[in-house]
T-cell receptor, first 113, second 122 residues
Framework: GNSVTQMEGPVTLSEEAFLTINCTYT??????LFWYVQYPGEGLQLLLK?????DKGSNKGFEATYRKETTSFHLEKGSVQVSDSAVYFC????????????FGSGTKLNVKP | GAVVSQHPSWVICKSGTSVKIECRSL??????MFWYRQFPKQSLMLMATSNEGSKATYEQGVEKDKFLINHASLTLSTLTVTSAHPEDSSFYIC??????????????????FGEGSRLTVL
C-alpha cells in the first residue's frame, strides 16, 4: 500500500540553525513526492515537489531530494527563520491511484529568535 | 499558482443544525475536489472525493448521509454537515485538482488547497 512516515515533532530550533525533517514512504510504482506547509490558522500550501527519482525540489531555501534507493524525501534548510515556524507535511501521490494524496502526520517546527 | 477559496472560514452552530461549507476554484476548472478533515495535532484525513456531475466517493468509515457532498459545477463543491454534533467540530479543508489538459504547471496534477473552515458545534 501507500503510506508516508515523517518524524514526530515538535522540532524547536534557534534562528539560523540547520533544519532536517525526515520523511520516508511506501508506495506501489513510482510516486510523486511533495512537501506542504501549513501556517497557523491557514490551509496547506505547496512548498516543493519532485516527480521522479533523483529530482531535487527547492523553494524559499528549502530543499528535498527524491531518493528511490532509501525511499526518502527529507526536507532541509540551511538557515531557518522565525517565519518558518509552521507544520510541515510530507505527501505522496501514487501513479497507480492518481486521485489520492497520502499525507504524513505532520511535523511542527518552532523557530526561536 | 491556482487559488482555491473556502467559505466560511469559521462557523459556530448549535447541535442538531446543518452547516454548508463551500469550496471554489477561482481561476481554474476542477473536475475533482477533495475534502479532508484535520484533527488537532494530526494529519489530514481524506473524507471523500468530489466528482463534478456525479456522486462523491467516500472513504471507508465516513458517513455519506452525514457529510453530503455536491459538486454541481467545475468550480464549486459543497460539503454539508447534517445534524451536526460536538464531535463533528473540526477543521475541514478542501483541495482541487486542475482539469487535465490545461497547459503550464498543471501537468503534474498538483493539489491546491483552500484556507480551511473551522467548525465548532456547541
Amino acid at each position: 500500500g501507500n503510506s508516508v512516515t515523517q518524524m514526530e515533532g515538535p522540532v524547536t530550533l534557534s534562528e539560523e540553525a540547520f533544519l532536517t525533517i525526515n520523511c520516508t514512504y511506501t508506495a506501489t510504482g513510482y510516486p510523486s513526492l511533495f512537501w506542504y506547509v501549513q501556517y497557523p490558522g491557514e490551509g496547506l500550501q505547496l512548498l516543493l515537489k519532485a516527480t521522479k527519482a533523483d529530482d531535487k525540489g527547492s523553494n524559499k531555501g528549502f530543499e528535498a531530494t527524491y531518493r528511490k534507493e532509501t525511499t526518502s524525501f527529507h526536507l532541509e534548510k540551511g538557515s531557518v527563520q522565525v517565519s518558518d515556524s509552521a507544520v510541515y507535511f510530507c505527501a505522496l501521490r501514487s501513479r497507480g491511484n492518481f486521485n489520492k494524496f497520502y499525507f504524513g502526520s505532520g511535523t511542527k517546527l518552532n523557530v526561536k529568535p | 499558482g491556482a487559488v482555491v477559496s473556502q467559505h466560511p472560514s469559521w462557523v459556530i452552530c448549535k447541535s442538531g443544525t446543518s452547516v454548508k461549507i463551500e469550496c471554489r476554484s477561482l481561476d481554474f476548472q476542477a473536475t475533482t475536489m477533495f475534502w479532508y478533515r484535520q484533527f488537532p495535532k494530526q494529519s489530514l484525513m481524506l473524507m471523500a472525493t468530489s466528482n463534478e456531475g456525479s456522486k462523491a466517493t467516500y472513504e471507508q468509515g465516513v458517513e455519506k448521509d452525514k457529510f453530503l457532498i455536491n459538486h454541481a459545477s467545475l468550480t464549486l463543491s459543497t460539503l454539508t454537515v447534517t445534524s451536526a454534533h460536538p464531535e463533528d467540530s473540526s477543521f475541514y479543508i478542501c483541495s482541487a485538482e486542475p482539469r487535465a489538459g490545461l497547459a503550464g504547471g498543471f501537468r503534474t496534477g498538483e493539489l491546491f488547497f483552500g484556507e480551511g473552515s473551522r467548525l465548532t458545534v456547541l
